[in-house]
């Protein structure tokens, strides 16, 4: 059946609420049931290796012993980040923390805070101070949140290629969607394909992705068992369909032609050198980027430190970095001090959305 956005509409389709928790129980419990006992694990894992080619391997437990090791000894570390903003009729408000760690507890962590006047100090006629309103309202004009994570996400990188461990690990893409983008008018393509490459070159790094949009990669991770991983794609491939966009999902990217080109030429560099791939530690899947020719060490790596919470079977060591970062620098003790300040200069129920001030 062909659906339509009138379908939803029909009133046919509505229920009254008394209905509807009336029922809900069972037709969820009845979908879930269908749902499951249409075995798609068996199909993509036989479709991977038999129409595919695609190996599924094990993890090396002996090259994990050495790994555990290098973890323990503090030759291993990880970034993580957190970036808060607030963006008041009175200026756009952020910070942003990282913080790299090993297992040796060598840590160091960074911030920058950032207060941008939302109206230049010296606009004095109406005229251009709603005109500056205007052009930020279409993004002419100032920071945004974007603007703010993509700083962090260039930065967390940066800063854990400097570090003097052997083996490093970030969270995320490789390459983060913000970093790729050149962050519009802030001009940051060259200086972030420049770190593309530092990323690319680097035998020793992995990212992890906790969560990832892709249902195929999804499906894919749903096939394995624990202990397996498989290797994807080449990391070129990803970055040829964010430039060149795709027959069904994206658009081009969109660049001026010297950015194309600059683009263009950070895909030639990074062929065959990074590899996508999904691995299982035990419940739950995780997609990760690592170097092409450094593969299975990298990916026992980061099983090795898996294995030290089962349960969720990510890297420990993100998410100690993780921790330290959000405890340090919370998000939320930064609006709260915000709206403490708000609150002293009498603005702050002009300054809060308009949900925070509902009844409930």
């Given at each position: 059946?062909?659906?339509?956005?009138?379908?939803?509409?029909?009133?046919?389709k509505?229920?009254?609420?008394?209905?509807?928790?009336?029922?809900?129980?069972?037709?969820?419990?009845?979908?879930?049931?269908?749902?499951?006992?249409?075995?798609?694990?068996?199909?993509?894992?036989?479709?991977?290796?038999?129409?595919?080619?695609?190996?599924?391997?094990?993890?090396?437990?002996?090259?994990?012993?050495?790994?555990?090791?290098?973890?323990?000894?503090?030759?291993?570390?990880?970034?993580?980040?957190?970036?808060?903003?607030?963006?008041?009729?009175?200026?756009?408000?952020?910070?942003?923390?990282?913080?790299?760690?090993?297992?040796?507890?060598?840590?160091?962590?960074?911030?920058?805070?950032?207060?941008?006047?939302?109206?230049?100090?010296?606009?004095?006629?109406i005229?251009?101070?709603?005109?500056?309103?205007?052009?930020?309202?279409?993004?002419r004009?100032?920071?945004?949140?974007?603007?703010?994570?993509?700083?962090?996400?260039?930065?967390e990188?940066?800063?854990?290629?400097?570090?003097?461990?052997?083996?490093?690990?970030?969270?995320?893409?490789?390459?983060?969607?913000?970093?790729?983008?050149?962050?519009?008018?802030?001009?940051?393509?060259?200086?972030?394909?420049?770190?593309?490459?530092?990323?690319?070159?680097?035998?020793?790094?992995?990212?992890?992705?906790?969560?990832?949009?892709?249902?195929?990669?999804?499906?894919i991770?749903?096939?394995?068992?624990?202990?397996?991983?498989?290797?994807?794609?080449?990391?070129?491939?990803?970055?040829?369909?964010?430039?060149?966009?795709?027959?069904?999902?994206?658009?081009?990217?969109?660049?001026?032609?010297?950015?194309?080109?600059?683009?263009?030429?950070?895909?030639?560099?990074?062929?065959?050198?990074?590899?996508?791939?999904?691995?299982?530690?035990?419940?739950?899947?995780?997609?990760?980027?690592?170097?092409?020719?450094?593969?299975?060490?990298?990916?026992?790596?980061?099983?090795?430190?898996?294995?030290?919470?089962?349960?969720?079977?990510?890297?420990?060591?993100?998410?100690?970095?993780?921790?330290?970062?959000?405890?340090?620098?919370?998000?939320?003790?930064?609006?709260?001090?915000?709206?403490?300040k708000?609150?002293?200069?009498?603005r702050?129920?002009?300054?809060?959305?308009?949900?925070?001030?509902?009844?409930?």
């Amino acid at each position: 059946m062909s659906l339509t956005f009138d379908y939803f509409l029909d009133d046919s389709k509505w229920t009254s609420l008394k209905d509807h928790y009336m029922n809900f129980n069972s037709s969820l419990e009845k979908n879930i049931e269908v749902a499951m006992q249409h075995d798609r694990r068996k199909i993509i894992r036989a479709g991977l290796q038999e129409k595919y080619g695609y190996e599924i391997k094990k993890e090396n437990l002996d090259m994990q012993g050495r790994l555990k090791q290098e973890l323990v000894n503090g030759n291993v570390a990880a970034v993580d980040g957190t970036c808060s903003d607030y963006d008041l009729m009175l200026g756009f408000q952020a910070r942003i923390g990282i913080v790299a760690i090993n297992y040796q507890n060598i840590k160091a962590g960074y911030s920058i805070y950032i207060s941008e006047p939302f109206i230049e100090y010296d606009k004095q006629e109406i005229d251009e101070i709603l005109e500056f309103a205007r052009m930020k309202k279409m993004g002419r004009v100032g920071l945004s949140s974007a603007h703010v994570r993509a700083i962090m996400l260039y930065k967390e990188r940066d800063f854990i290629l400097k570090r003097n461990e052997k083996y490093k690990m970030v969270q995320g893409d490789i390459l983060p969607y913000e970093l790729k983008n050149g962050q519009g008018r802030l001009r940051g393509l060259k200086r972030c394909v420049d770190m593309g490459r530092r990323l690319l070159n680097d035998e020793h790094i992995i990212a992890i992705q906790g969560t990832t949009t892709d249902p195929q990669l999804r499906l894919i991770g749903e096939a394995l068992t624990g202990g397996e991983y498989v290797i994807i794609r080449d990391y070129a491939d990803d970055l040829n369909a964010f430039l060149k966009g795709d027959d069904e999902f994206s658009k081009p990217a969109n660049f001026s032609q010297d950015d194309f080109e600059i683009f263009q030429n950070f895909i030639s560099d990074a062929q065959g050198k990074f590899s996508v791939g999904v691995y299982k530690c035990s419940n739950r899947a995780y997609v990760f980027y690592c170097s092409t020719r450094n593969i299975e060490e990298m990916v026992n790596l980061v099983f090795a430190d898996s294995h030290f919470q089962p349960i969720r079977g990510f890297p420990l060591l993100i998410d100690y970095a993780d921790a330290i970062c959000s405890r340090l620098l919370s998000s939320e003790d930064f609006k709260k001090q915000i709206e403490a300040k708000l609150a002293k200069q009498r603005r702050l129920e002009n300054e809060m959305p308009e949900r925070q001030l509902r009844r409930r």
